[in-house]
């Protein structure tokens, strides 16, 4: 693991989250600023679950901290409950005959896997066939579910060149819902194998649910994370990806897997930067050979390292926003932009984005 990483996110939340055992080194004062950028990760509750379950560490924790921890396993345990609620409702509002898959923090929780111990999602995303989509959503709307975006513009934005419909919600409901058709944007630059996708789905014991293919995960996680986010605050998706790759990725075939439907889903560069980012920072273990895949050209690592340094890793916000980080947070947003639609539906988006906020509201 790199140790010049900035501020308590480099210093003790990754040693943290790489080997729950560095809280004997760490004094209040050290925790002070932990928690902080912790909690901000959305990363509390698991570093609180992680010590729990070892109660030699946590006699070890000051007094002062547990009640942070305690606080955090209890909300994520609400959070939790709100998903089996949803996910319940769901169920029963969907069309029996139609394959639905959980992705991202609903497929974690509802697989019962370790790393999604203690987390604290906002919303559940669903997939379906494109063939499915409009189908899943009259019957959501039957059910009650809302969209929130009701722009012309927005709805037109999600249908054509997403890859997803506008959030909805139930009024009342804690949680969103995102229903997908595919893992990437239509006009993204990695566009995923919906063919192979939909051959790779495993049904989940006891429920109407499927979900991805261990691999296409992974996959999807790393999409996420290096296309379809400007990366700011983003360490939680570095977190999911570590995890599922201890979980799902061992001998050699399984990385051979990896890699080829990296390469059939066009993100095989994406995936070398989310092995490379994961075992510096949480050593995650990667193949004896050492290869990662399609090694990105040394401009783009640069780029990515700017991104991954100084926006990606939280940040104790009352110590101020250094201009390397404005920078990067800037550098993010750009890169995201461009990488979602091509440079003339980017320059009509953008034109039509920097007009409606010059026009008064209602016109």
């Not at 987390?119 to 669903?126: E, I, S, T």
């Not at 926003?321 to 993010?332: D, K, S």
Request: hydrophobic residues 45%; glycine residues 8%; contains cysteine.
């Amino acid at each position: 693991m790199s140790p010049d990483l900035p501020g308590p996110a480099g210093r003790h939340l990754l040693p943290l989250l790489t080997d729950i055992g560095h809280l004997r080194q760490m004094t209040l004062a050290d925790w002070d600023g932990t928690l902080r950028v912790a909690r901000q990760a959305r990363l509390l509750g698991v570093i609180a679950h992680r010590i729990d379950a070892e109660p030699a560490l946590l006699a070890a924790v000051p007094g002062a901290v547990r009640g942070h921890l305690r606080s955090s396993i209890n909300f994520a345990a609400h959070r939790r409950q709100m998903v089996d609620i949803e996910l319940a409702d769901l169920e029963a509002a969907l069309p029996a005959g139609m394959t639905v898959v959980l992705l991202k923090g609903a497929a974690y929780i509802a697989q019962g896997l370790d790393f999604a111990c203690g987390r604290m999602p906002n919303d559940v995303d669903l997939l379906v066939a494109r063939r499915d989509l409009d189908a899943a959503e009259r019957a959501l709307a039957a059910a009650g579910w809302e969209a929130d975006k009701t722009d012309a513009y927005e709805q037109r934005y999600y249908r054509e060149w997403s890859h997803e419909l506008p959030p909805m919600r139930v009024p009342g409901h804690a949680l969103e819902v995102d229903l997908h058709h595919t893992i990437a944007p239509v006009t993204s630059r990695t566009r995923a194998d919906d063919d192979l996708l939909e051959q790779g789905l495993q049904a989940l014991a006891g429920s109407r649910f499927h979900v991805l293919a261990p691999a296409d995960q992974v996959i999807h996680a790393v999409i996420h994370l290096f296309q379809d986010s400007e990366m700011s605050g983003r360490l939680r998706d570095l977190v999911d990806i570590d995890g599922l790759i201890r979980r799902h990725i061992h001998g050699e075939a399984d990385w051979r897997a990896l890699h080829e439907r990296a390469r059939r889903h066009r993100a095989d560069g994406l995936l070398w930067f989310a092995l490379h980012y994961c075992h510096r920072w949480l050593g995650t273990p990667l193949p004896d050979s050492g290869e990662h895949g399609r090694r990105p050209s040394p401009p783009a690592r640069m780029l990515m390292d700017l991104l991954m340094r100084h926006a990606c890793l939280p940040l104790v916000s009352d110590a101020g926003e250094a201009p390397i980080r404005r920078l990067a947070r800037g550098v993010g947003q750009l890169r995201y932009h461009w990488l979602r639609m091509p440079p003339a539906l980017l320059a009509r988006h953008l034109c039509h984005k920097g007009l409606s906020r010059l026009l008064p509201r209602g016109e």
